[in-house]
């Protein structure tokens, strides 16, 4: 079984930036494409990005595209969400997602715990 971790969530102002990182145990990590996903009070959990399992190609979700970069460390087991110019609809708490493919509507196979990520106005 696959296991993710992920941390970087916490508070905020409204226009600064995080950076997520979840880290995913295994030694075939290389092998996955990657995503993040949030889940906001009183909604569905929503997908957000995703990385091919080379980093070579990326999506984005319409709302986060020019402020949020997807990458990952292939070396370090890793996939990283930097979040810049944060905005109070981005209050949810944020997963990492082990994905079947890169896609702007992928299919999950392994969820992480969740981070919260918390944005004031």
């Known amino acids: 079984q696959v296991q993710l971790v992920e941390s970087g969530g916490g508070l905020v102002q409204a226009g600064g930036s995080l950076r997520l990182s979840c880290v995913a145990s295994?030694?075939?990590?290389?092998?996955?494409?990657m995503g993040w996903f949030r889940q906001a009070p009183g909604k569905e959990r929503e997908f957000v990005a995703a990385?091919?399992?080379?980093?070579?190609?990326?999506y984005y979700e319409d709302s986060v595209k020019g402020r949020f970069t997807i990458s990952r460390d292939n070396a370090k087991n890793t996939v990283y969400l930097q979040m810049n110019s944060l905005k109070p609809e981005d209050t949810a708490v944020w997963y990492c997602?082990?994905?079947?493919?890169?896609?702007?509507?992928?299919?999950?196979?392994?969820w992480g715990q969740g981070t919260q990520v918390t944005v004031s106005s």
């Open positions: 295994g030694r075939t990590f290389s092998g996955y494409p």
């Open positions: 990385i091919s399992s080379s980093g070579a190609s990326t």
């Open positions: 997602a082990r994905l079947r493919g890169a896609s702007m509507n992928p299919a999950v196979t392994s």
